[in-house]
């Protein structure tokens, strides 16, 4: 079965609106990208500070320091974790390193999972609006097939929809069970505090995998960061399809600093959890707009009852330099979506202030 995937556009491109509206990319307060509203570690900005001088040298190839704090970071042993360039990056060696036979993705979600699969066939699970995009377990667990690779975004991007880890250790269970691989994105599970996480549950099962990601929470997608957690032969595996020295040295030193600041981290989930009530309020208080409940540091919102499509609503937006998603090429998606990150109180009251007078 096919489905009409759009091109790969993301959100948290500044400089490409900067060029739409002939303006600097320093204007904009940019919700369509789901970065932590806090901005970089103050840890973090120091590091790359007292690092600069450092970049005439190679990094480690091992990332060693950085791979240490995060197998505590994520109680997951260093053996079992592997760091890229990014979410992404990670993402495309795994499935060459998989090479399945079959797609099976419930949408809409990230789009880089078909990206990556683009060659191979794909059975889509859509997901109900009506039923706030909730993740039909039974029906992915009967779908699986073996060689299929099953990858499910946990809070999934854009829905913003998590499944429960009880849950998703029965699909991993099934993958053994019927020879298919089980791959979960927790590129947004810090937002939510990692209760639901399947690490470190997974590594006991060869057919179940994490993919991860350091650039949101810690607010680096300008370095870029990600990681894989996974038995220990895959991991070796997927090591060979990639690139040496592909984790920079300014983006290790970050992402080690990043990973000692608690105090940020718990700042971080306060901030979160306070302000993604407070713009889901607001967003369902507005006439036409239809917010979905999420757990993590982003909201979709259907604008169909308004008449008006989230294109047009973007525009309008970004004449006053605020950035949202529009979010037609998810598939399974249409033209009246549209996702807003989570950010401070006055962002969070400016956005809604504008969306309030496209309404009138």
């Not at 005439?56 to 997951?76: C, G, W």
């Not at 890229?84 to 495309?92: K, L």
């Not at 306060?270 to 757990?295: H, V």
């Amino acid at each position: 079965m096919s489905i009409n995937v759009k091109n790969s556009i993301h959100g948290g491109n500044i400089w490409a609106a900067a060029r739409k509206h002939s303006c600097s990319p320093e204007r904009f307060i940019d919700f369509s990208a789901n970065i932590n509203p806090l901005g970089p570690s103050p840890f973090a900005l120091e590091a790359i500070h007292k690092g600069i001088d450092m970049v005439q040298h190679y990094p480690d190839p091992e990332a060693t320091e950085l791979k240490m704090k995060l197998s505590h970071y994520l109680s997951v042993p260093e053996n079992n974790l592997l760091l890229g360039n990014g979410g992404a990056e990670i993402i495309y060696a795994l499935c060459r390193a998989l090479n399945p036979k079959r797609l099976v993705l419930p949408v809409p979600t990230f789009s880089e999972y078909r990206e990556a699969l683009s060659r191979v066939p794909i059975e889509p699970v859509f997901l109900q609006a009506e039923n706030n995009f909730a993740l039909p377990v039974e029906l992915i667990s009967k779908t699986m097939q073996p060689g299929d690779a099953v990858f499910i975004c946990n809070p999934n991007n854009p829905t913003g929809f998590m499944v429960s880890k009880s849950e998703l250790i029965k699909l991993s269970v099934r993958a053994r069970e019927v020879g298919a691989t089980l791959v979960v994105d927790e590129a947004f599970m810090d937002f939510a505090g990692h209760k639901e996480t399947v690490l470190p549950h997974v590594l006991e099962n060869q057919h179940a995998v994490v993919v991860g990601s350091l650039t949101k929470f810690f607010a680096l997608p300008g370095l870029r960061l990600g990681y894989l957690a996974a038995d220990k032969a895959l991991i070796h595996k997927v090591n060979q399809q990639l690139p040496p020295w592909r984790v920079n040295l300014l983006a290790q030193m970050a992402g080690e600093a990043s990973l000692e600041d608690e105090n940020y981290m718990e700042e971080t989930l306060q901030i979160i959890n306070r302000e993604r009530e407070f713009l889901y309020q607001g967003l369902n208080n507005i006439t036409g707009l239809k917010p979905y409940p999420s757990r993590t540091n982003f909201i979709l919102v259907n604008c169909s009852a308004t008449g008006i499509t989230a294109e047009i609503i973007s525009n309008k937006l970004a004449d006053n330099n605020i950035l949202v998603r529009v979010a037609d090429n998810f598939p399974g998606l249409d033209k009246y979506y549209f996702r807003v990150a989570v950010r401070k109180r006055y962002e969070n009251e400016l956005l809604l202030k504008n969306l309030r007078s496209i309404q009138i």
